[in-house]
């Protein structure tokens, strides 16, 4: 502030080729002065801008002058007169000046991907007939195309993974290891929704088939997963929110109990049962390809996505007997981690009206735990009053874990405008 006056340096973006720091002067409400004060084409530049200004009109300005390499830049001005008549190249009449109201992306993302069902057995001082379960899904080519749009403020765009499997047959078992892989996902969002925060609801529709094995001998299995997430993005491209996933599986359950005023647990039975999972999280991640694809105009480097994920599930299945003792169900505590990491080279052209392309390899993982063992509880205590009044009454504890690993290397092949 100077006088009356009040100037402020504030970032601004109209597309990736036009973007940069603005400086304005206000007075008495209203704005005198509105100029590029700095337009960078080849790289993002302007984050977090400050202007300092002292009582006699110098003033400092401070930015980062180079986002993704995390250069700053300081730029001291004598006189208020000094500081007006830093501008820039300012863009008419073509379409650099425009904000992009129009954008489409389409790419292909073939990958080798294996998933892996774990299901933790107890240690055999704990049960009896352990159900030692396991599934047996094919690993293959999965190859995923997506397409999406945005127009003015409003985002959609949908994608489809199909992944054939040769028929693997068990010479051991003679039964089919693996038949196909199906995914389906869209989503819909809105940019700069509050603060600068894009808003986004995406939806996937999976199935998976193979076999699952377990004392009883070998059986088909399909497993059909739904997922629904509300995920926001800051102006920084991180993002959070939260995830329902449902789905359907296989599981080993196993049931542990403690009469009234016994402190450790016995076991009662186990059994395989068709579970019904309904699993919900929030998360964190980020994700550079996210980030260049909207502000940078060329980049060859590492990508890397990483997010992290909390939540709870609930298991249910038809209720089974066991020592006359009803189970049909658990809750588990759960987690996920996302990650993929690669290599990426990525270019818009000005030439093209700013369409671009991005092509890259990596390797991608996602794990998520259901609850952690199947091992038999720990004894009861009787320490405290809540531990004594417990001990009194009866117990019944049921353990389904089972984890998921998808993972595998991929190639990327990507189109923007």
């Known amino acids: 502030m100077h006088g009356a006056d009040v100037f402020v340096l504030y970032y601004y973006y109209r597309n990736p080729f036009n973007k940069g720091v603005k400086l304005a002067q206000l007075a008495d409400g209203v704005v005198k002065v509105n100029q590029t004060y700095l337009r960078q084409q080849d790289h993002n530049a302007g984050w977090d801008p400050l202007l300092a200004m002292r009582d006699d009109g110098s003033s400092t300005a401070t930015y980062l002058s180079d986002v993704q390499a995390e250069v700053s830049a300081t730029d001291p001005f004598p006189t208020v007169e000094a500081l007006l008549e830093h501008r820039d190249t300012e863009v008419r009449g073509t379409w650099l000046d425009d904000a992009r109201t129009v954008s489409v992306d389409a790419g ?41 749009m945005r127009v003015d403020s409003v985002q959609f765009g949908a994608a489809y993974a199909q992944q054939l499997l040769s028929d693997q047959v068990s010479a051991a078992a003679g039964s089919t290891a693996g038949k196909a892989f199906q995914v389906f996902s869209g989503f819909v969002g809105i940019d700069r929704l509050f603060g600068g925060t894009d808003m986004r609801v995406a939806w996937t529709r999976a199935r998976y088939d193979g076999t ?31 995830r329902y996933r449902g789905y359907g599986l296989r599981e080993a359950a196993y049931a542990y109990y403690a009469p009234p005023n016994v402190k450790t647990y016995a076991p009662i039975g186990s059994a395989t049962v068709d579970a019904k999972v309904h699993r919900g999280e929030l998360f ?6 996210d980030y260049l694809s909207k502000y940078e105009t060329r980049y060859f480097g590492p990508s890397y996505d990483i997010e992290l994920g909390l939540g709870g599930a609930v ?64 004894d009861r205590k009787d320490e405290t009053d809540s531990e004594k009044q417990s001990l009194a009454r009866e117990s019944l504890t049921v353990q389904a874990p089972h984890h998921q690993l998808f993972h595998g290397p991929y190639f990327l092949l990507g189109l923007s405008y």
Not at 214 to 238: C, H, K, M, N, W
Not at 284 to 289: D, H, K, R, V
Not at 328 to 341: E, K, N, Q, W, Y
């Open 108 to 148: 292909l993302m073939p990958a080798f991907q294996q998933w892996l069902v774990s299901v933790p057995d107890p240690s055999a001082s704990d049960v009896n007939k352990p159900r030692h379960l396991s599934h047996s899904f094919s690993p293959g080519i999965v190859t995923r195309a997506w397409l999406g």
């Open 315 to 378: 298991s249910t299945w038809n209720a089974v007997s066991m020592a006359g003792q009803t189970v049909d169900g658990t809750v588990d505590f759960v987690t996920s981690l996302t990650a993929r990491l690669g290599l990426v080279w990525y270019r818009r052209f000005v030439g093209m009206r700013g369409a671009g392309i991005m092509t890259g390899l990596g390797y991608q993982a996602v794990a998520m735990t259901n609850g952690i063992g199947a091992s038999k509880p720990s």
């Open 284 to 289: 964190l991640g980020y994700s550079n390809l």
């Open 212 to 242: 699952v094995t377990d004392v009883d001998g070998p059986q088909p299995a399909q497993s059909v997963q739904d997922a629904v997430e509300l995920q926001l993005i800051t102006q920084y491209r991180f993002r959070y929110g939260a």
